[in-house]
C-alpha cells in the first residue's frame, strides 16, 4: 500500500486522477490540494464521490503533502508544475506531473510556451511517460513527464512504423479531433456550451504546442529527425480524441506487413488494441477506458492510421496512474480495469 497526493484536484485530470486512485486496491489517497483559500471536503465539490473519497481539500503546503505521501501527481497548469517539482523531489517524494513542464527541451519551452525553464536541472532528470517506450526507464524513475493527449494518440499510432517514416523521409500529416475536456476546465467564451454544441472547428493549424513533443520522441523512436504536420479540432463532445494519420509513400509494404508491424511491437501492451485491417475504431470504443484502439488501412500507396483514446484516460490521468503502478510495481492495469 502507498500513500498518494494529489496536487491540482479541481480540474479535469485532476478529477480523474483522484477517481482511477479511489479504485486502485494498493493506493491511500492521503492529500487533496489546490490553489484554494480554505478547506472544503472533496465530495462536496464532486458528490458522486461521497462515501468514496472523504479527503479534505487544502491549500497546497509542500512540507504538509510531502509529510502524508509517497507520491505525488500534479495537475496544474503548464508553467506553474515547475515551481513545485523541484520541492517535492527535494523531499525525497515520486513525482508524476501531468502538465508539459518537462517534455521538451528548454530551449523548445521557451520558444513553445514564451516561458524560460526554472528548473533545467530535474528537466534533464525527467523520463517520458509513454510505458509502450519507456517502460524500463519509468521503472526506476522519481520524476515522471506524461505525455500530451493528442501527442499519446499520435505516437501510439505511429511507433511501430517510426523507422520506416525516417528513413523514406516521409512527413505524417495527422488530423486529430477531440472533446472539450482536452482544452482544461477554464472559463472561455469559445468553450462555452452554445459556442461549441453542434459544431466543429479547426484550431492551431500546424501551430499547436504539441508538435514538438511529438517530433522529439518519433525521432528518438526513429533514430533520426522527423517531421510531423499537425492539424486539430475540436468536437462538440465531452472526451476522446480520434487522430487520423497519413503515410503516404510510393513504396509502401503490404497491408499485411504493416498490421504485422503493428501486431508485434504492441503483443504484450495491456492498453493497446489492433484491429483487423479495414477495422478502423471510433471514439465510443474507448471513451472511460485507459485503451488505445488503432485500425488501418491502407490504399492507393497511403497508409491510413486511426487512432482513439479517452483524451483524460490515456491521454492524461489513466496513463499517469499506469506509471505509477509501474514506478511502484503494481500489476499495471491496477485502478484502470
Given at each position: ?155 501510439l499510432g505511429t511507433l511501430p512504423i517510426a523507422k520506416m517514416i525516417a528513413k523514406n523521409g516521409i512527413t505524417p500529416i495527422v488530423d486529430s479531433k477531440s472533446g472539450a475536456t482536452g482544452a482544461g476546465k477554464k472559463a472561455e467564451t469559445s468553450l462555452l456550451f452554445s459556442e461549441v454544441d453542434e459544431d466543429l472547428k479547426c484550431y492551431k493549424a500546424d501551430t499547436h504546442q504539441h508538435i514538438p513533443e511529438m517530433e522529439k520522441i518519433l525521432g528518438q ?117
Amino acid at each position: 500500500m502507498i500513500k498518494a497526493g494529489v496536487v491540482g484536484f479541481t480540474g479535469y485530470t485532476g478529477a480523474e486522477v483522484v477517481a482511477c486512485l479511489a479504485r486502485h486496491p494498493q493506493v491511500e489517497i492521503t492529500s487533496l490540494a489546490g490553489r484554494m483559500d480554505t478547506p472544503v471536503k472533496y465530495a462536496d465539490l464532486f458528490p458522486k464521490m461521497g462515501k468514496v473519497v472523504t479527503q479534505v481539500c487544502r491549500k497546497i503546503d509542500v512540507d504538509e503533502i510531502s509529510a502524508s505521501c509517497d507520491v505525488v501527481f500534479l495537475a496544474l497548469p503548464h508553467t506553474v508544475s515547475m515551481d513545485y517539482v523541484p520541492l517535492f523531489l527535494e523531499r525525497g517524494k515520486k513525482v508524476i506531473d501531468l502538465s508539459a513542464d518537462y517534455r521538451l527541451s528548454a530551449d523548445e519551452y521557451q520558444k513553445w510556451f514564451k516561458t524560460e525553464h526554472k528548473d533545467q536541472n530535474n528537466l534533464m532528470k525527467a523520463v517520458y511517460g509513454l510505458p509502450e517506450l519507456n517502460r524500463r526507464s519509468i521503472q526506476g524513475a522519481s520524476l515522471i513527464a506524461n505525455p500530451g493527449c493528442y501527442v499519446t494518440s499520435v505516437l501510439l499510432g505511429t511507433l511501430p512504423i517510426a523507422k520506416m517514416i525516417a528513413k523514406n523521409g516521409i512527413t505524417p500529416i495527422v488530423d486529430s479531433k477531440s472533446g472539450a475536456t482536452g482544452a482544461g476546465k477554464k472559463a472561455e467564451t469559445s468553450l462555452l456550451f452554445s459556442e461549441v454544441d453542434e459544431d466543429l472547428k479547426c484550431y492551431k493549424a500546424d501551430t499547436h504546442q504539441h508538435i514538438p513533443e511529438m517530433e522529439k520522441i518519433l525521432g528518438q523512436a526513429a533514430g533520426q529527425r522527423v517531421q510531423v504536420h499537425f492539424v486539430p479540432h475540436l468536437l462538440s463532445i465531452k472526451r476522446g480524441i480520434l487522430s487520423t494519420i497519413y503515410i503516404k509513400d510510393a513504396e509502401l509494404p503490404s497491408a499485411q506487413e504493416i498490421h504485422g508491424m503493428y501486431e508485434k511491437f504492441y503483443k504484450d501492451e495491456p492498453f493497446v488494441r489492433v484491429r483487423q485491417i479495414g477495422d478502423l475504431p471510433r471514439i465510443a470504443d474507448v471513451e472511460g477506458t485507459n485503451f488505445c484502439d488503432i485500425g488501418i488501412t491502407v490504399s492507393r500507396g497511403l497508409l491510413i492510421i486511426v487512432s482513439v483514446i479517452d483524451n483524460l484516460l490515456k491521454g492524461a490521468s489513466g496513463q499517469a496512474v499506469q506509471n505509477m503502478n509501474i514506478m511502484c510495481g503494481f500489476d499495471e492495469r491496477a485502478g484502470l480495469l
